[in-house]
């Protein structure tokens, strides 16, 4: 769990919005400057691990999104087809088409 947290120190170093970071710095210091007696700060540690490896750290995230997929959600539709192609013209024309010719 402990390694859980420290990855993630690293990976969100420079996100100052992130509340949830100073609880996990302040965890990382052990439980004496934790605040709490020895088992409310495992079970803490444990749960931030949790929230931090299969959850996102951002809370608005997690109130809209489930970090499962649902395999019953379409992907690979007509309409993912049609604006692939259409964008791939638009994109390859725009390419094409300089304000001066170019040589190869």
Do not use: M
């Not at 970071?21 to 540690?45: H, T, V």
């Not at 929230?51 to 993912?80: G, I, M, N, Q, W």
């Amino acid at each position: 769990a402990i390694e859980v947290l420290r990855e993630a120190t690293i990976l969100h170093d420079r996100d100052h919005l992130l509340e949830l970071l100073q609880k996990i710095e302040l965890l990382l210091q052990g439980s004496y400057a934790y605040g709490q007696d020895q088992d409310a700060y495992e079970i803490d540690i444990r749960l931030e691990a949790c929230l931090v490896k299969y959850r996102s750290l951002y809370p608005e995230v997690r109130a809209v999104r489930s970090p499962f997929d649902d395999p019953e959600t379409p992907v690979e539709t007509f309409r993912s087809y049609f604006l692939g192609i259409v964008w791939v013209v638009i994109g390859s024309f725009v390419n094409e088409t300089p304000g001066e010719p170019r040589q190869p």
